[in-house]
T-cell receptor
Framework: LAKTTQPISMDSYEGQEVNITCSHN???????ITWYQQFPSQGPRFIIQ???TKVTNEVASLFIPADRKSSTLSLPRVSLSDTAVYYC??????????????FGTGTRLQVTL | DTEVTQTPKHLVMGMTNKKSLKCEQH?????MYWYKQKAKKPPELMFV???????INESVPSRFSPECPNSSLLNLHLHALQPEDSALYLC?????????????????FGNGTRLTVT
């Protein structure tokens, strides 16, 4: 299983762009990269998923270089409500059976005024 | 609100009690997961069910006993727990690929059961 490494914490001011990088040096060919957001006393929530290059949705962008050994979650113009823990997961693809999905340490983002 | 419902939201139990946590989803997902999360730590995988069969057990102590009675329901039976088992227990589900086809879909989590063992 690909192990992930993220910064433990980050601080940002409201309105700034935040980039959180995840390192996954032993990512396998079939692995996808998925980011989750978690607020206190809630379950993690899916933010974005990608395999290579760039993916963008209404809340974030995900940048994956050609070697796929790292990925960067980009949150544009953060607000106070983006204060949360962000997890990067690298998981094996399903092929008829459920796969193991293990969380790394996560990054605690604190947004202030 | 989430599409994965966990009950109860909070549970306090003594070390000699027997209790159960329940998780339900109606999205047709055939993979279901139990995670345990201690304060300020990431979720820790406990069990994975695929098509109602236990496929992964992460060396969890036998005082935790999972059960998947049908494709929508996942239970976690608790017996003779220790105070250090106090945590947030999270259930998640996702679709499973079929016919050997690779398939990736994110996990859908419930909001967990906050368990306190006294």
């Amino acid at each position: 299983l690909a192990k992930t490494t993220q910064p433990i914490s980050m601080d940002s001011y409201e309105g700034q762009e935040v980039n959180i990088t995840c390192s996954h040096n032993n990512i396998a060919t079939n692995d996808y990269i998925t980011w989750y957001q978690q607020f206190p006393s809630q379950g993690p929530r899916f933010i974005i998923q990608g395999y290579k290059t760039k993916v963008t949705n209404e809340v974030a962008s995900l940048f994956i270089p050609a070697d796929r050994k790292s990925s960067t979650l980009s949150l544009p113009r953060v607000s106070l409500s983006d204060t949360a823990v962000y997890y990067c997961l690298v998981g094996a693809s399903n092929t008829g059976t459920a796969s193991k999905l293990t969380f790394g340490t996560g990054t605690r983002l604190q947004v202030t005024l | 609100d989430t599409e994965v419902t966990q009950t109860p939201k909070h549970l306090v139990m003594g070390m000699t009690n027997k209790k159960s946590l329940k998780c339900e989803q109606h999205m047709g997902h055939r993979a279901m997961y139990w995670y345990k999360q201690k304060a300020k730590k990431p979720p820790e995988l406990m069990f994975v069910y695929s098509y109602e069969k236990l496929s992964i057990n992460e060396s969890v102590p036998s005082r935790f006993s999972p059960e998947c009675p049908n494709s929508s329901l996942l239970n976690l039976h608790l017996h003779a727990l220790q105070p250090e088992d106090s945590a947030l227990y999270l259930c998640a589900s996702r679709p499973v690929g079929q016919g050997g086809r690779s398939y990736n879909s994110p996990l859908h989590f419930g909001n967990g059961t906050r368990l306190t063992v006294t």
